[in-house]
């Protein structure tokens, strides 16, 4: 690997391996036992074993790593736990997908193939992704990695389910699912991914059995008229009520179906009749139950009609819809068509749109588990962030349904059910039993259906740290410290959760939730694969190095908040990378010339603790600079500076910087107990990239230089890299770790190092007001040169001009410094006195700035172009003069417009008199 230190420009090629196999082989990411505060703890969202980093996982993973590095650096046990999801209907996809394009059916493999092939399939990828978030920097302790269908995970499921089926939660029934046609299986709501469709609304003519005329049914699913077995009406409807137990033809069929009173039909909506469809809409289905009517299935499971379809059968459901259409015509039953858009039911992982479908499943009641995880977030013992989504939440489980737990698949857990062959005995267990104990057959069958990939993953907080075989872990590491999910898997993940901790444990499963938003391009769209407009994030990393990615996402994203991205945006993260680098190599070559003291870096030294609250308590920090920088050096560096610092030696540029830092890692801190993590990254951003580097290393440079003042200006400017690089650390942990690593007196790894921490007001408040003072003149003085279009060769006088005499003392004092920031040669306080004439003049607070011209512009050239701007403001106000001048305008232009422009004219008046003002005292 080349040394980056002689580059011109940070590259980050070999330094995140070095370091990444550094932190794992040492061993760090594995929380350190004999810590005695409260454990941190997260569980890694576990990413399907079928896909790819995308830049959700990014942002999610970012978020993650930059809580558990800070904890860890706060001195607590932090353990992030590893994993993977089985994602049983995505992997049964790719799978008979591979095997079909090598001319094998799944089903003809038969499962024990078709299973070794998922199980090959998994470890390929398993690899690529762990390997991808080690790119990404995540310090998930790898010991404890678990796979929702692994050996231990399978035996939490098994316990799970025999649990809640003992209780007489779980239960097999009857019922109408969400069928997906494609995959073969059937889903739960969550997985229903509602869509508006522009469709048709079909009006058809039912005749009465005794000829007597006819009722009319309007249909979005024309081709489910084969399942319908009544028609109703509301029993209160004035109009229709008194057909009521009359029977109607229904076309087509030859069969007769009954007119039944029922309040679902609304007669103010459609045509007040509607259509009973049990086995093939969910209303109708309840209905159905209500009434005791029969539940006639007019298709098979792949969407096509069956027998019960008569002439139809064996038609695709679209192919059926167009058919039947045409035959009522033509038999004039089909009344009119309205073109309808309505919502359908996509299956959210094919997209195909799902079949309300009649089918045995199993099943889990909802409602008694969902009351606990209600109370916990309405009392507060779970906290949703942003707060917008607790309503979104409570929504749901206010209306929460059974969950359909089964799946018609291969690739998942095996329902641990057996059925004996001889008198249908359902027999539960976690091993295959050898009889049944009803009757003591020896011919048992097993449940060829798997469970609902999410049944795993809701047992996530605590399953991967043993339960149900070992307590210690869930004992010493539950609940968790928090969740960091996406907002869009509330109800499919976190509520699930939330119910299986307090139903299997009697405690909550984390303390707070914080939902990401979504990364979408800039045109607003959500990444994904299939619109092509995600980059791979491994491409991202290679380009510009994973502290860059992380840190453009980390300090753009607001909590909950979508992040519209591009590629551009890495542009933030990558300069930044190179300001820290240039401002390492800056100081860290003053103190190499300056023959200053150089330790080799090692392991050996344990961190030590950086509270400065502490500092405080202890003595006035105030009014001994020196000891709070030999006290922080040494609560950084484990040692003394190389040389000791005096107060005396601490000029006002040192005291403010030590004041920004100490103010920086406070709010810092602050935002990160907030978990606003984009405002801590913002605070040491600007702190290091604007104050430390534009403003304290150009005020120290004469002194870097100086012998007899480099020492001290050195030890402040290390102790501030130093001190960045761990408020930097949890956000981009590469290249801090590679910078601490070059300082001086760094021993350790600063991973394991301490955050600091302060509590209390940021000292040198004094001082604080005077450099800003500083800053202020500054950048006016840089202003009125930037309108003057002064040479950056220029140097030339600045006045300073104030109308009380016992200001200028601070002003005198600070003149040096002004000029040395400002370009120019020198400063001159005055009081009071005449306008030098011609000058730039510029106003900071209560202080007039002069910059008097001469020496410094071409004065006819600056009165040229004084002359061409005042021309065209000129040009611009009697065009405006003459539009207010204009009756039709002001009569008939909202009145806000016509005051908007009348400011602007007086706002561009007064700019034109400066203008002639300036321009005279050229000429004069």
Known sequence: MEDIRKLSQYSPEGIEKKWYEAWEKDGLFAP??????????????????????????????????????????????????????????????????????????????????????????????????????????????????????????????????????????????????????????????????????????????????????????????????????????????????????????????????????????????????VKITPAHDPNDFEVGRRHNLPQVVCMTPQAKMND????????????????????????????????????????????????????????????????????????????????????????????????????????????????????GQEIA????????????????????????????????????????????????YHPTSVLVTAADIIFFWVARMIMASYEFLGEKPFSEVLFTGIVRDEKGRKMSKSLGNSPDPIDLIDDYGADALRCSLVMLTPTGQDIFFTESTLEVGRNFCNKIFQATKLVLGMWDEAGLPQEAWSTDQPPRTLDLTDMGDAYDISEDAGRLVNDMWAGVFGGNPPLAVSDEDITLADRWILSRLLQTVKSAGQNLEKRRLNDAAYNVFNFFRHEFCDWYLEAVKPRLRDTDQQGVALSVAVLNLAVSYKLLHPMMPFITEELWSWLPASKGYLMISSYPAMRTEAPFAAEFAEFEQVKEIVNVVRNVRNELGVPPGKRGTAMLRVAEQDKMGALKNIGDLVALLAKMENVEVVCGGEDPSPAGVGVAGTVEIFLPMKGLVDLEKEKARLEKELGKLEGWMKGCRAKLANEKFTANAPGHVVQQQQDLLAENEDKAATLVERIKALES
């Open 429 to 476: 267990a976690s091993e295959t039993p050898s009889s049944c104990p009803e009757c003591n057959c020896s011919k048992l069958t097993q449940d060829d259906d798997v469970l609902d990939t999410w049944f795993s993953s809701w047992l996530w907080t605590f399953s991967p740290l043993g339960w149900p075989q070992n307590d210690e872990e869930v004992k010493k």
């Open 32 to 273: 350190d036992e004999t810590l005695k505060a409260e454990p941190f703890v997260i569980t890694l969202p576990p990413p399907n074993v079928t896909g790819i980093l995308h830049m959700g996982h990014c942002l999610g993973n970012a978020i993650q790593d930059v809580l558990i590095r800070w904890s860890r650096m706060q001195g607590r046990p932090t353990v992030w736990v590893p994993g993977m999801d089985h994602a049983s209907i995505a992997t049964e996809q790719v799978v008979s997908r591979q095997m079909a394009e090598e001319g094998i059916s799944k089903h003809d493999a038969g499962r024990e193939k078709f299973l070794e092939r998922a199980w090959q399939w998994k470890d390929h990828t398993h690899h690529r992704i762990a390997q991808q978030i080690r790119r990404l920097g995540c310090s998930l302790d790898w010991e404890r990695e678990a796979f929702t269908m692994d050996e231990a995970r399978n035996e939490a499921v098994t316990q799970a389910f025999i649990s809640l089926k003992e209780k007489g939660l779980i239960y097999r029934d009857v019922y109408l699912v969400n069928w997906c046609p494609h995959d073969q299986t059937a889903i739960s709501d969550d997985e229903v991914e509602h869509k508006e469709v522009e469709g048709n609304l079909w009006h058809l003519r039912y005749g009465f059995d005794d000829g007597d005329g006819y009722l009319t049914v309007a249909t979005t699913r024309p081709e489910t008229m084969f399942g319908d077995v009544a028609v109703a009406v509301h029993p209160d409807d004035p109009d229709r009520k008194h057909l009521i137990g009359r029977l109607v033809q229904l076309p087509l069929t030859g069969r007769t179906i009954p007119i039944i009173g029922d309040y679902h039909a609304d007669p103010e909506k459609g045509t007040g009749f």
């Open 308 to 423: 019960e379809a008569g002439r139809f059968s064996g038609l695709d459901r679209y192919e059926c819809r167009q058919a039947v259409v045409a035959a009522l015509d033509e038999l004039g039953l089909l009344d009119k068509i309205e073109k309808n858009t309505h919502q359908v039911g996509h299956h959210d992982r094919c997209g195909h749109v799902i079949e309300p479908y009649l089918s045995k499943q199993w099943f889990l009641r909802m409602e008694e588990l969902a009351e606990p995880a209600r109370a916990a977030v309405r009392h507060g013992d779970i906290v949703l962030q942003p707060e917008r989504w607790v309503g979104v939440y409570n929504n749901w489980m206010n209306n929460i349904r059974d969950w359909c737990i089964s799946r018609q698949l291969w690739w998942g857990h095996r329902i641990p059910v057996w059925y004996c062959d001889e008198c």
